[in-house]
């Protein structure tokens, strides 16, 4: 009979959470179409062909690997001035990378 009790009250509050945790997560996370195909673009080639000025944009989901192949290129191509702004695009899902140098 115990252990009934438990089990019964142990359920009820994972439904509990469960309500709570469906009505608070109500994001733009879950309104994501999962059929969203995302280009990815080869980040070296494309950034070492830059010219001044030049503006780039690269899904968001590269960031990561777009910050240090760019912080990479900086050190690398650092005698011919090669340098670079980049910019999260937040409602475009974007990184955006700029040639300034």
Known sequence: ????????????????????????????INSVKKDVIIEKKPI??????MEVGTVVRFPIEQRGSVLAVANRLRKELSRSGW????????????VSVTRVN
Do not use: G
């Open 1 to 28: 009979m115990k252990e009934t009790i438990n089990d019964d009250f142990s359920q009820r509050n994972i439904e509990k959470v469960t309500e709570k945790i469906d009505q608070d997560v109500e994001t733009p």
């Open 44 to 49: 070296t080639k494309v950034l070492k062909s």
């Open 83 to 94: 340098d670079f702004q980049l910019k999260d695009v937040m409602e475009n899902y974007e």
